[in-house]
């Protein structure tokens, strides 16, 4: 059964002829004729009495309702998509990682709404792991965070390169690192750290680093906000592994420093984080949701 032939099926019932109802299909009448025979084949009994005017026989009644049902959704069906494609959908959701929502999304997201006035737009702070996970079940649009190939390696998934930032230590104004201007390696593993929570992609990025080191991380504390960084490490020796653009605006607060970390030539230490944005092709054919990502590279491309 096609929707061709229902649709065929209640032009004749409407016209109550062969002839009108091609008129009405935009076809030939030897093709609704098609139509219906091939129908009444696959239902095992006729549907209209053949005479001066076509008349529903008794499974042409019973099929009836449920023609106007089926071709009723399907016209709902096709409406939905054209309106998908034309950008009118409800709302778009993206997950980012936070120093991404604080320093980079806010102009990003004045420029959409004042295109896309009518989609919702739905922001959600997350850590990389969990933002991916919730991208990969269908909770959001976008993703942007820290590059996990682990994750990101489906063939349906698109990433794209944002920038790459280098990593800084967060420390109180008087720590003893503070003397520093470019913190030695073999100084920074002597101080426990507070850490991000399992499943943020900077947890796993220290891990490594100090795994490749041959060195014990020190990791007394778990946080998941910057703020709470801040408080914690405002209060004495504790330090924290941070991106650079979590630190902007350091420059306010003279309770706290930050130091870069010394490079140290062939030792495999990449103290640094690359940023993607992660979606699917099937949503870069949604107009609102690729001129979301648009936006977010031509931002970057012109602050980078």
């Not at 959908?89 to 295109?115: E, M, Y």
């Not at 994750?151 to 990593?167: A, C, D, K, R």
């Amino acid at each position: 059964m096609r929707i061709e032939q229902l649709q065929a099926f209640l032009a004749i019932t409407e016209t109550g002829s062969f002839q009108q109802a091609a008129r009405t299909c935009d076809c030939t009448q030897s093709t609704i004729s098609r139509q219906i025979q091939s129908l009444e084949e696959d239902l095992g009994i006729s549907l209209f009495h053949r005479h001066h005017q076509a008349k529903l026989t008794i499974g042409g009644e019973r099929l009836l309702p449920h023609a106007r049902k089926i071709c009723t959704e399907w016209q709902l069906a096709h409406q939905s998509i054209e309106h998908l494609l034309a950008g009118k959908q409800p709302d778009l959701c993206v997950a980012a990682i936070h120093s991404v929502c604080a320093n980079i999304l806010p102009p990003i997201l004045q420029q959409f709404c004042q295109r896309y006035p009518l989609v919702q737009l739905r922001v959600t702070a997350l850590g990389s792991d969990r933002a991916l996970k919730v991208l990969k079940d269908g909770l959001v649009d976008v993703a942007i965070v820290m590059d996990n190939r682990m994750f990101t390696t489906s063939p349906e998934t698109i990433v794209q390169n944002l920038y790459q930032e280098p990593i800084e230590i967060l420390m109180s104004a008087d720590h003893p690192l503070a003397q520093y201007n470019l913190v030695p390696w073999i100084e920074l593993v002597k101080y426990p750290q507070v850490v991000f929570k399992d499943g943020y992609g900077m947890q796993r990025l220290v891990q490594e680093q100090f795994s490749k080191q041959g060195s014990k991380l020190q990791a007394v504390l778990e946080l998941n906000t910057l703020d709470a960084f801040r408080g914690v490490v405002r209060q004495g020796k504790l330090i924290a592994l941070l991106p650079k653009s979590a630190l902007l605006d350091l420059h306010n607060d003279s309770t706290l420093a930050a130091r870069a970390i010394e490079s140290i030539p062939h030792s495999g230490i990449n103290l640094s984080r690359q940023v993607v944005l992660v979606t699917t092709s099937d949503r870069l054919q949604i107009p609102p949701i690729k001129f979301f990502c648009d936006l977010v590279s031509q931002q970057l491309t012109e602050n980078c």
